[in-house]
């Protein structure tokens, strides 16, 4: 059984901080991981994902995430966080040819 | 065009009532889903269509419907809405299916059953 888990409900940091997102997955075989945001009163929309290679994925915006195989994660960062960053960010994994399973979300709040 | 749209944006239902939502996309997807969303909990996935062909999660089965008269249009239908479908609904279609296709998202209907 696949699983994902986005231990932080609430993260808050200062615009212009940098600022790290958690996810940790368990699935042992071949999968696609995802990060999606939501911005208050819209529709999920995908950021970035990862299936092979660099374990280092660009998505816009300036976030990236890294893949690891070791610690089951699927972390993503971003460098100077601004205020429109404000969102629930929702991690995703999925086998191939599988549906997603989501994480919870972690509620990205940026403080002025 | 990358919208999803959802109708009603808001729903009040009254418990024993009948529910029907509505999607649309013109993205020409081949798959629509529809997740279930409660506060501080995972989007949970309902069922979906594959151009024609409804697929439904086992433990969902017999509480929703759906219905999709072509490619652009996916409803989502409850019989008889309890207190515990009160919650946030989400349409999304992607090209393909698979966890690998990118899924596009609708702004989600509020649903309040009482």
């Known amino acids: 059984t696949q699983t994902v888990s986005q231990s932080d409900a609430h993260v808050t940091v200062f615009e212009g901080d940098s600022v790290e997102l958690r996810c940790n997955y368990s699935y042992g075989g071949s999968i696609y991981l995802s990060w999606y945001i939501q911005h208050h009163g819209r529709g999920l929309q995908f950021l970035l994902k990862y299936y092979s290679g660099n374990p280092v994925v660009q998505g816009v915006n300036g976030f990236e995430a890294e893949f690891s195989k070791s610690d089951s994660s699927f972390h993503l960062r971003k460098a100077s966080v601004h205020w429109s960053d404000s969102a629930v960010y929702f991690c995703?994994?999925?086998?191939?040819?599988?549906?997603?399973?989501w994480g919870s979300g972690t509620k990205l709040i940026i403080k002025p | 065009d990358t919208t999803v749209k959802q109708n009603p944006r808001y729903k009040l239902a009254r418990v024993g009532k009948p529910v029907n939502l509505i999607c649309s996309q013109t993205?020409?997807?081949?798959?629509m889903y529809w997740y279930q969303k409660k506060p501080n909990q995972a989007p949970k996935l309902l069922l979906f269509?594959?151009?024609?062909?409804?697929?439904r999660e086992a433990d969902t089965f017999e509480k929703f419907q759906s219905s999709r008269p072509n490619n652009s249009f996916c409803s989502l239908y409850i019989g008889s809405a309890g207190l515990e479908y009160s919650a946030m609904y989400l349409c999304a279609s992607s090209r393909d299916l698979g966890g690998y296709a990118e899924q596009f998202f609708g702004p989600g209907t509020r649903l309040t059953v009482l």
């Open positions: 269509y594959y151009d024609k062909i409804l697929n």
């Open positions: 995703a994994v999925s086998a191939v040819n599988y549906q997603l399973i």
């Open positions: 993205m020409n997807h081949d798959t």
